[in-house]
């Protein structure tokens, strides 16, 4: 997985490609952590992003509440069709904002 990410003030944006499965998800983790203080608005573009796992469904959930601590949101952007069913089945879309 490559994370590539820009920030233009208080906005992270931050475009994943590659597989987001079981080995990958402590990296991006750990890039938010380092870059989340200050952060008003993260949006992560998927699509270039093939696979997302349970362990990517709790990063996901990790920037989710440390945002949330702030008054601040999580935008996920353009999932592929598998990514967006799963986002649907585990509920995510009801916790998260996606866009298409």
Avoid: C, W
């Avoid at 079981?22 to 990296?27: E, Q």
């Avoid at 601040?72 to 069913?85: F, K, Q, V």
Wanted: charged content about 25%; hydrophobic content about 40%; glycine content about 8%.
């Amino acid at each position: 997985m490559e994370i590539k990410a820009t920030k233009n003030g208080d906005v992270l944006e931050v475009a994943l490609s590659g597989r987001l499965d079981t080995n990958t998800p402590p990296d991006l983790k750990g890039y938010l952590r380092e870059n989340l203080e200050g952060v008003a608005s993260l949006a992560i573009d998927l699509a270039d992003t093939q696979y997302v796992s349970s362990a990517g469904l709790r990063v996901f959930l990790f920037a989710h509440k440390e945002l949330a601590k702030v008054g601040s949101g999580l935008t996920l952007r353009h999932p592929n069709e598998y990514i967006a069913d799963v986002l649907d089945a585990t509920g995510f879309t009801e916790i998260l904002t996606v866009e298409q």
